[in-house]
C-alpha cells in the first residue's frame, strides 16, 4: 500500500522563491499548498493539518517569526523552516525561541532545504512517542519533567523507553548538567521495578574504603569504629535500581570489585564471610568519555562492556539551541512563585548567544539569579550575568589574543567578586539564600567574603 504523501504550507509572496521551495519540496514527495499572507496561512494552519510549514522572514502583512508565534500560542506544533535573508544570531534566536525547527539563509540549495524539510517531518513520530511517555509518568507517578524539544535528545528518551522494559545494564554519557539523572530516573519509573527503590550514588564523592562501605555496607567489628552493621546501597537498591553516577572516578581497584558485583550481582560486606545475591538493575553515568579513558588505561575495558549493553548519550545545551526556550521558561515557573516576568528580545539574544558549559545546570542558576535580581517585571541581559567571554562568537572562525582585547576587561576573580556581592547585596546580605542562588555551600560564600575583606 502506497505511503500517504507527506503536506506542506509554503508562505512566501516572492512568486519565484514560492516555486522554487514548491519544486524542491515536490522532489521529497510533499503536496504544497501555497499563500503569500500571514494572514491566509493562519486560516489554512487552522483549518487543515500540514505536515511541515516554510515561511519567509518578511512577509507583507507581518513578520514570518510573529507569525508562527501565533500558531504556536494555538498549540499547533507543526514542524516549521524559516527563511531569512538575513543571517543573524539574533535572527536564529527569535525563529528558536518559537520554536521553529530550523531556518534558511538565501540562497540556500536544493538539497539542504529538502533534507531539513525530510528531517523535520520524519522525527514526528518521535515527538509523538515522548509525548505519550511523559504523559505516562506524570500519570502514574507525578514525576513531571521537561519535554526537549531537540530530535537528538527525543530519540535518547526513545530507546531508554524501550530499554526500560529489560534488565541489561545502562550507560549515560554526557557532559555534566545534561540532565543524565532525570534520564535514568525515567528508565526506572518505565521500568517493572518503578514501585521499589532507585538508590544514587555519586562515585566521584568518596575515597576507595567509604565508596566500598557505602556500596555493599559492613558487618559489626569490621573496623575500629563499626559498633553496628551497616547494610549498603547495593541491598537497599534490591528489587529496584541502582544508579552509578561518574563512573569513571572510581579507581581501577574499586572498579576490580564493582566488576564481580556488575557481573553476578553478588557482594560480601566488609567483615563479612557470606556473599549476598540482591536484583537490581544498575544505570551508569559519566561525563566525561568514557571510551577515551579506557583507551588511556585509567578504566577498565571488561566493567566498561558490561556496563555498555545499552549506550545513551546526552548532547550538550549548546548542541540543542531549540531547549533553551522551553527550559527557561520552565525554570521561570519553578523560580518564578507566582510573580510575572518576561525576558526581554535582548535577554533571549543574550540566552542564544551563549555556550552553556554547564548546560542546564547552568542556565537554571542564570535565571533564578536573574528573577531575583530584576527589580521590574522584564528580564534584560544585565540580569543574567554572562560572561562576555562565554558568549558564542558571531563569527566563530575569527578570534584574537587576549592581550588585545583590551586593558578595560576584568579579570576572572574580580567578576567572581562583583557577581557575589551583586547577589548578595539582592539578597539584603542573607548569605544562606545568596549561597543556593550561587549553586554553592554557605561556608563557601563566607570564605569569598573574607577574602575580600583582607584585600580591601
Not at 179 to 191: F, V
Not at 209 to 219: A, M, Q, V, W
Not at 258 to 280: A, C, H, Q, W, Y
Request: hydrophobic share 40%; net charge negative; with cysteine.
Amino acid at each position: 500500500m502506497p505511503s500517504k504523501r507527506k503536506r506542506a504550507l509554503v508562505v512566501d509572496d516572492d512568486p519565484g522563491m514560492q516555486d522554487l521551495v514548491v519544486s524542491i519540496l515536490a522532489e521529497g514527495d510533499f503536496e504544497c499548498e501555497t499563500t503569500d499572507t500571514a494572514t491566509e496561512a493562519y486560516r489554512k494552519v487552522e483549518e487543515q493539518e500540514f505536515d511541515l510549514l516554510v515561511i519567509d522572514r518578511k512577509l507583507p502583512d507581518t513578520d514570518g517569526v510573529y507569525l508562527l508565534r501565533q500558531i504556536r500560542a494555538r498549540n499547533i506544533m507543526t514542524p516549521a523552516i524559516i527563511i531569512t535573508g538575513h543571517p543573524s544570531v539574533a535572527t536564529a534566536a527569535e525563529a528558536l525561541q518559537w520554536e521553529a525547527y530550523d531556518y534558511l539563509v538565501k540562497p540556500f540549495g536544493v538539497r539542504e532545504l529538502l533534507e531539513k524539510a525530510q528531517r523535520a517531518t520524519s522525527q514526528q513520530s518521535i515527538v509523538d512517542e515522548n509525548l505519550y511517555l511523559w504523559e505516562t509518568l506524570a500519570q502514574k507517578y507525578n514525576w513531571r519533567h521537561v519535554l526537549s524539544r531537540n530530535t537528538d535528545v527525543q530519540q535518547t528518551y526513545v530507546v531508554a523507553a524501550k530499554a526500560a522494559g529489560g534488565n541489561a545494564p545502562v550507560l549515560i554519557q554526557g557532559e555534566t548538567g545534561t540532565g543524565k539523572e532525570y534520564l535514568a530516573r525515567a528508565i526506572h519509573y518505565l521500568s517493572a521495578r518503578a514501585e521499589q527503590a532507585m538508590v544514587t550514588l555519586n562515585c566521584g564523592g568518596f575515597p576507595d574504603e567509604l565508596l566500598e562501605n557505602e556500596l555493599f555496607g559492613h558487618e559489626k567489628g569490621a573496623f575500629t569504629s563499626a559498633n553496628m552493621a551497616k547494610v549498603g546501597l547495593c541491598e537497599i537498591a534490591d528489587g529496584g535500581t541502582l544508579f552509578l553516577d561518574e563512573i569513571t572516578h572510581m579507581s581501577t581497584a574499586m572498579q576490580v570489585k564493582l566488576l564481580r558485583f556488575v557481573e553476578d550481582r553478588s557482594f560480601m560486606r566488609l567483615g563479612g564471610t557470606k556473599p549476598i545475591t540482591v536484583d537490581v538493575r544498575i544505570i551508569a553515568a559519566s561525563n566525561q568519555p568514557v571510551e577515551d579513558m579506557v583507551a588511556s588505561g585509567q578504566f577498565r575495558e571488561d566493567l566498561y562492556y558490561r556496563l555498555n549493553v545499552i549506550p545513551l548519550t546526552l548532547p550538550p545545551l549548546r548542541q540543542r539551541p531549540e531547549d533553551i526556550k522551553v527550559f527557561t521558561e520552565h525554570f521561570m515557573r519553578q523560580f518564578g512563585s507566582g510573580v510575572s516576568k518576561q525576558i526581554s528580545q535582548e535577554g533571549w539574544e543574550e540566552l542564544h548567544s551563549h555556550t552553556w558549559p554547564g548546560n542546564l545546570r547552568e542556565l537554571r542558576n542564570a535565571i533564578q539569579r536573574a528573577i531575583v535580581l530584576s527589580v521590574g517585571d522584564t528580564i534584560e541581559p544585565e540580569h543574567l550575568f554572562i560572561e562576555p567571554e562565554l558568549r558564542m562568537p558571531e563569527n566563530a572562525t575569527s578570534s584574537k589574543p587576549a592581550e588585545k582585547r583590551g586593558s578595560s576587561l576584568l579579570t576572572l576573580e574580580e567578576m567572581e567578586r562583583q557577581h557575589i556581592l551583586a547577589i548578595l547585596e539582592a539578597c539584603d546580605g542573607d548569605r544562606e539564600t545568596a549561597a543556593e542562588i550561587l549553586g554553592v555551600s554557605r561556608a563557601t560564600v563566607d570564605r569569598r567574603l573574607k577574602k575580600y575583606k583582607e584585600m580591601d
